[in-house]
């Protein structure tokens, strides 16, 4: 590997007009550029003569290895009869430590937890985003190779490479964050990387009680529902929090149970112990090697999974899902992008003719009510807030048509003086018919929570969503 490459930049001064500001950059840029040289001169000595344990914990490595590195900073100090504050020799020790074991200039980035978003550039315009806002920082790169080098460790690990044949690649580091690389020819102004880091705490069920998202009544009746392995669909919009509420609902999924997930990119961060954690992938640049959804539903029956987490069923995968879910795999969940409980059937029909079995409507939808048992129906109001509108339960058939039931309804009663919403979560008054196969895992709702004392709907009020 090459290591010798890195320092700061010396043409962003070009751009400053005023001499005294000119004057203090070229010294800020002068010292900069003083810290790096050492930090890279001691990096190349230091690569060479490492010695450490590999049996040692990363901890005693990373100290043995600061130690060698300041043992080396001192003696180029000595050697060129230059010195340094203890606060820049601790600096460049840091410059040649991010190297070694992290991202080079951009580790300290990555560790800023108020750092969702992290841009490069090419190499001497790194961006990060805090709290919604875009900001420039002053790490740079010292030239292409450094920038070339830094992507060459976020990828080879995943044995990805980027090059003029593939110039654009997804790729992900340990902690989970999202990286894309895009390099020239397709990007002009050089290699760019853009990192969206892991949300490090997701919503929990308390969280989207306390929005209003839902009731305490709706999250005991959900979470009895996961246990006792009803399968669900979660319909509902883009942006709508279909995929922060199957993530919630994950949640319930007892500890012990062996759970796969299959998303296109990982967004669920489930907690339990025993999680697989599949991702798709989409072909390459000669268009081979893609690995669809389906593909990974299908592998995983052969992973003796408890649950599958399907992230969103879009297409043909959604036969092998609602197979999967009438043969054994009950409590399985997924969502889909429907706009109610009603659509959200309709659109699995069409996905499941996708899948070029030739079945006939009536038996499609024999799968899809045999298979599922509930929707929950999430929508984004018009005050911004996100509410489960519907529960609804897949009661059968009648004739040709699937038959489905409303359990809980979201009744929107009016608005307050500054456009929020105000209503409430309600039963309908039905006792829905999965409640047997609830009481088989243990977990008894009372009858009384699906009892309604309340009118269903605020005729009163224009419904103005
Ligand atoms: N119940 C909720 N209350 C408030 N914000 C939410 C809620 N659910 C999701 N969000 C936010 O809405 C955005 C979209 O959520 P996401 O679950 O990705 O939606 P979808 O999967 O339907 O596209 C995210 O920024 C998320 O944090
Ligand atoms: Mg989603």
Do not use: W
Not at 147 to 174: F, N, Q, T, W
Not at 368 to 383: E, F, P, T
């Amino acid at each position: 590997m090459n290591y010798t490459t890195y320092g700061p930049n010396t043409n962003m001064m070009n751009s400053v007009r005023e001499e005294e500001k000119e004057a203090r950059t070229e010294s800020v840029s002068k010292k900069k550029k003083e810290l790096a040289d050492i930090a890279n001169e001691a990096l190349n000595m230091v690569i060479d003569e490492i010695d450490v344990s590999p049996l040692e914990s990363e901890l005693i490595q990373k100290k043995e290895v600061l130690d060698q590195v300041n043992e080396v900073i001192s003696k180029i100090l000595s050697d060129t009869k230059r010195n340094l504050s203890p606060g820049d020799k601790k600096n460049v020790a840091n410059m040649v430590m991010d190297e070694i074991f992290g991202y080079g200039p951009i580790t300290s980035l990555l560790d800023d937890t108020s750092v969702t978003e992290i841009m490069v550039n090419g190499t001497d315009h790194i961006y990060v985003e805090r709290k919604g806002k875009i900001e420039r920082t002053d790490n740079t790169f010292m030239d292409v190779k450094h920038v070339y080098h830094l992507i060459d460790k976020i990828i080879a690990p995943l044995g990805r490479r980027v090059d003029e044949s593939s110039p654009m690649v997804d790729a992900r580091l340990p902690d989970g964050s999202r990286v894309n690389i895009i390099i020239p020819p397709l990007a002009i102004k050089g290699p760019t990387i853009t990192i969206r880091k892991f949300a490090a705490d997701p919503y929990t069920i308390e969280d989207l009680i306390t929005f209003g998202t839902l009731s305490t009544d709706i999250a005991k009746l959900l979470k009895a529902c996961v246990k006792g392995r009803v399968n669900i669909i979660v319909s509902g919009g883009t942006g709508s929090g279909k995929t922060t509420f199957l993530n919630v609902l994950s949640g319930f999924i007892p500890n012990n149970e062996r759970i796969v997930t299959i998303e296109d990119a990982a967004e669920l961060q489930l907690k339990q112990e025993h999680v697989v954690t599949l991702e798709s992938r989409p072909s390459n640049i000669e268009g081979k090697g893609r690995i669809t959804i389906r593909d990974l539903v299908v592998n995983s029956l052969r992973m003796r999974p408890d649950r599958i987490i399907v992230g969103e069923v879009r297409s043909e995968e959604a036969l092998d899902m609602l197979q999967a879910m009438n043969t054994g795999h009950d409590g399985s969940i997924t969502t889909i992008h429907a706009n109610s409980p009603r659509d959200s059937l309709s659109r699995l029909e069409t996905m499941v003719m996708m899948s070029g079995m030739e079945l006939p409507s009536r038996a499609i939808r024999e799968q899809i009510s045999s298979a599922l048992n509930l929707i929950v129906h999430v929508a984004r109001y018009s005050d911004g807030t996100r509410k489960v509108s519907k529960i609804t339960e897949i009661v059968g058939m009648e004739e040709d048509t699937i038959t489905l039931q409303d359990i809980y309804l979201f009744r929107h009663d009016g608005f307050d003086e500054r456009g929020g919403i105000i209503g409430k979560h309600i039963p309908t008054g039905i006792v829905p018919i999965f409640l047997d196969k609830i009481k088989e895992h243990g977990d008894s709702i009372p009858v009384s929570v699906f009892k309604n004392g309340e009118s269903l709907s605020e005729n009163s009020v224009r419904r103005r969503f």
